[in-house]
């Protein structure tokens, strides 16, 4: 076999390994150009913005914000709780959620979700959770899977699976977050904690929702 054929083969094994991305630029991963989720009841895209000078220019640009309260946070909230990245939330989004297994959880206050947020995901406000009694954690756990069995006890068989967020490294409302839901007995190995937050996916380019436009003034 001559060295021309042996190349026009080897050149062909690798185009036919190569993944369609639908003509994206800028795709999630080699082999990922974009997912389909559902908020609000409409289908929406999560995509990369294609535009390989984008930058941001909002908020999420800043270095360096008063501390206490927006303090640089611990890599793990607590030892029992995964950490996951952008690839883990997105196939968490792509797989736990149209099945009805898992949430995506907004932790941050609910001004900050109305502005902007990751798609799919619910408001729960930390504070709802810190500031709760046991009468209204176990209605939240209730809506989030648990049974209450007949002596009263919590079942937590069927909880569903949270990924939860806030704003990313320097922000602490996640953190507000988790302490009281093991407090009350979720199980940790429910939780998945997605530390770079809104500032991280922003940084990758993906896909974000504004629910409530604000006016300037």
Known sequence: MNKVLIVSLLTSIVL??????????????????????????????????QD???????????????????????????????????????????????SHKGILVDTRLKSWFELETIPSAINIPFPVIENADKKKIEMIFKILGMKVKSDGSWDFSNIKELAIFDNGVWCAQASHFVPNLLKYGYPPEKILYYREGLQGWKLLGLTTLVHKEIVKR
């Open 16 to 49: 036919a390994q190569t993944p369609k991305k639908d003509n994206y630029l800028v795709g999630i991963t080699d082999k990922l150009s974009h997912i389909i989720t559902s908020d609000s009841g409409q289908k929406v895209k999560i995509e990369r913005i």
């Open 52 to 98: 390989v000078g984008n930058v941001l220019t909002d908020d999420f640009v800043k270095t360096s914000r008063q501390c206490p309260p927006f303090c640089i946070q611990p890599t793990k909230i607590d030892k029992n709780i995964e950490n996951i990245g952008e690839i883990e939330l997105i196939k968490f989004i792509n797989l736990k959620l149209p």
